[in-house]
């Protein structure tokens, strides 16, 4: 591909390394203000970052200019979350000039690695949901869709988390203290969104909704290159401003804080990703928050719509609304209410045109992930849109009347009455792993499926290989590229040709000199993190992920005590050495979540401190566990922990990261697990446990846990140990809600699993031992994973839903 070569009459910068060098001191001296002699990293990192961003902007133009010019159909991905991390080497890279920037930066006698580390990760999303939408606006723009992402522009991302003597201790992200490079704020764009106030009928089926309180979501873009940076999309997030000016009344009167009232009232919204939302100002200002961005996006692209065309009705050929979760559902009422308030649209026709370009992608099963809003909040904080649900509500039941086999109203409908509350999200649906989808047909949304066959579809997920593969291990993308070219990159399922290289020695030989440089440099950052020594020669196990108890981060603390005990029990055996890393964070009021992280550390502590363990056992909990840490574990891992309850994880997307870095996964057959062990072959994974319709028999017939732990020694050693105070002798009692909770109720199936995990867990040893056996392996884990490729979902949404046209990537 002609990486940095721009179309005819596209002007861009120079990218040689003396264009580039030039563009930085100017940047440097210009834009941030400093020379070299006075320049931290922060400063170089700002102005190659302006270098970079000047290099995508004429794309970025040019880009616009032609989807305007074709007028083809824009693709809106709405999402609560964006976790995007840092940018600088994700830009460079699909530039293709990062390598000529490092070069630069030499001259100049400035680190790039260093530089790079200092740009903070944006953190506007807490876990898989917010990566996917990242990694779907690579794929976007790699496959050449006009794009928008569109979500808040969050003051402070997701918490910091530091450990202090174990536990999670959660601190205000500021991630845009040192400003962002990246952004471009739009004054001229910005849009009133209501809240509160009165609802007055007009003519037809138009109502004045007159809001109590009113505020100006202002945007922000940020451009989205794809590989090549032949497409540039947009992320545009939306920040909250008061819609008044400056009170200087109240101000010249000493009323200082009255004054700044309606600026922080404002900026509340937008304030922090997901507040606590335990009281009910907190569930009323998450409702805001979702309005809040929901409304912006539609009425932009509904400006942009109208600015070009007149009939309304095509509004469908035009634009594809993807909400990611519940969390935009606001955007089926509201979508009706613009057209049929503000543009004098019948309610059926207004509703059909909504069901044209909306489109649903669920991320969960768990009934508390749901949103169910109580009616009450909802018609106090938007009568207008509980008036149009209402309606919405009735039309349904007509349709549901019609269902064969018949199926209860009251089980689909978006009004549950009976919690009196407003269920959202019933439409165009998709789920992400072909297991999640069968579910949910089987399931949750089983009337919903019956009423309305063939709408719920399966999109399974994907990772952008650019920032998984490309930028993250630069060393295996070398090799990769020495034995079958680059054309992977924008395009994985060629990365299937790796595959006989598996039977090459010489090349499984460079592949593990590749694993142990990784592992090298990822213990180097545990020691910068952790203070705790590794031995890089060890096996490194690998579980990063948002800490729940379905995903059982519990599971593997629990074995990783019955293992220390076995160790103790036989120290001279030969035990293959082992490196435990845990990193994740957990939701602040989750409190479960949380002493299971206390937990970890002090098993941590009291094993890594025992001589009799040596160099065989370690166990480290990362924290802080974000974009930027990912990319430093993940190419470093040997073997991947998937180990949810089956039928709980809808889909994992770090599982696929794992696979295509050359790890082995240790998983049970839940979400995307599934379709990695029918594409690597069960050769080349260890599956274990009990599948999602065994977890639902067994919990029908009623699940006891006592059956396991007196089946299973080792299980009932860990537990007990746990129980009395092995691992927190100044707390005997800290961990009695876990020892309670796996002796009592076990929902998350812990003690059925626990002995065919352990005994995995052996199996795995066994094959680590051979190492030429186990490389063989990871190659093949590489080469296989092609197909998880975000570039493949986003292909299947543009096909399957959104109805575009996707360019050759
Ligand atoms: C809901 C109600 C109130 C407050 C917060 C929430 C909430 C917030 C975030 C519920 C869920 C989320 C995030 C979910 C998430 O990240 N899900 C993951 O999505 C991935 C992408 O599809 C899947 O791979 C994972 O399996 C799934 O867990």
Known sequence: MDIATPQADVEVRGTSQTALKKAILEHLAYSVGKDADHAVARDWAVALSLAARDRVIDRWMQTTREVYRTDAKRVYYLSMEFLIGRLLSDTLSNLGILETAKAALDELGVRYDTIAESEPDAALGNGGLGRLAACFLDSMSNLGIPAYGHGIRYRHGLFRQ????????????DWLAQGNPWEFRRPEVHYPIGFGGVVAAAEGDRAVWTPGETVLAAAFDTPVAGWGGHHVNTLRLWSAKPTGGFDLGHFNQGQFLEAAAPEVLAETICRVLYPDDTTPEGQELRLKQEYFFTSASLQDLLRR?????????????????????????????????????????????ALEITRGCLAYTNHTLLPEALERWPRGLVGAILPRHLQLIERIDQGFATVVAKAQPPVDFEAVRILDTGGDAVRMGNHRINGVSALHTDLMQRTVFHDLNTVLPGRIVNQTNGITPRRWMKVCNPGLSKLVAQAIGDGWVGDLERIEALAPFADDAGFRADFRTVKQENKRRLSDRIVALTGQKVDPDAMFDVQIKRLHEYKRQLLNALEAVAHYQAIQQAPDADWQPRVKVIAGKAFPGYEMAKLIIKLINDVAKVVNADPAVRDRFKIVFLPNY?????????????????????????????????????????????????????????????????????????????????RYIDASPALAGAIDAIASGAFSPDDPDRFRAITDDLTGHDYFMVTADFHA????????????GDQ????????????HAGWFSSDRTIRGYARDIWDVPVGTG
């Not at 979508?335 to 026709?349: A, Q, Y």
């Not at 240790?666 to 594409?679: K, S």
């Not at 030429?772 to 080469?783: E, F, I, K, M």
């Open 162 to 173: 530091k450990i202090g003597d174990g536990w999670q201790l959660e601190e205000a992200e």
């Open 305 to 349: 719509f109208v600015n070009h065309h007149d009939d309304l009705a095509r509004l469908p050929n035009h634009a594809a609304v993807q909400m990611n979760d519940t969390h935009p559902a606001i955007a089926v009422p509201e979508l009706v209410r613009l057209l049929v308030d503000d543009h004098g649209i019948g309610f059926d026709k």
């Open 626 to 706: 974000n974009v930027s840490l990912a990319e430093v574990i993940i190419p470093a891992a040997e073997l991947s922990e998937q180990i949810s309850t089956a039928g709980m994880e809808a889909s994992g997307t770090g599982n696929m990261k794992f696979a295509l870095n050359g790890a082995l996964t240790i998983g049970t057959l839940d979400g995307a697990n599934v379709e990695i062990a029918e594409r690597v072959g069960a050769d080349n994974i260890f599956i274990f446990g009990l599948t999602a319709d065994e977890v639902a028999a067994a919990r029908a017939a009623g699940h006891d846990p006592c």
């Open 757 to 768: 995990y352990a005994a995995a867990q052996r199996t795995v040893d066994g094959a680590y």
């Open 772 to 783: 030429d056996d186990w490389t063989q392996r990871a190659v093949l884990n590489t080469s």
